[in-house]
């Protein structure tokens, strides 16, 4: 099994940034994505972003491009997401995911999920 922990959500104006942590302990060595997806009220849970394990390789919906940044610290088991320029269509739950597999963007492709951290864009 894997945990994940997240970290680093709150309240912010349009145009701030936050970072967000996930931190993940338990069998890591079978984790090859890591991932972050996001749920606002009403909507379904999105893609954000993801990273390979070794950092190689990222992913990105087309409204983070060019504001977001996901990167990945192994020696911490930790996957960061960077979130510049944010806007008041950002505020949403943020969930941390990990699988096995290499498939980025489908939620159901996820082994282990946080239990996700709250940002919200004040306008």
């Known amino acids: 099994q894997v945990q994940l922990v997240e970290s680093g959500g709150g309240l912010v104006q349009a145009g701030g940034s936050l970072r967000l942590s996930c931190a993940a302990s338990g069998r890591t060595a079978s984790i090859y994505l890591m991932s972050w997806f996001r749920q606002a009220p009403g909507k379904e849970r999105d893609f954000v972003a993801a990273?390979?394990?070794?950092?190689?390789?990222?992913d990105y919906t087309d409204s983070v491009k060019g504001r977001f940044t996901i990167r990945t610290d192994n020696a911490k088991n930790t996957v960061y997401l960077q979130m510049n320029s944010l806007k008041p269509e950002d505020t949403a739950v943020y969930y941390c995911?990990?699988?096995?597999?290499?498939?980025?963007?489908?939620?159901?492709?996820?082994?282990?999920w946080g239990q996700g951290t709250q940002v919200t864009v004040s306008s």
């Open positions: 995911a990990a699988s096995r597999g290499d498939t980025t963007r489908y939620g159901s492709s996820y082994d282990y």
């Open positions: 990273i390979s394990r070794s950092g190689g390789s990222t």
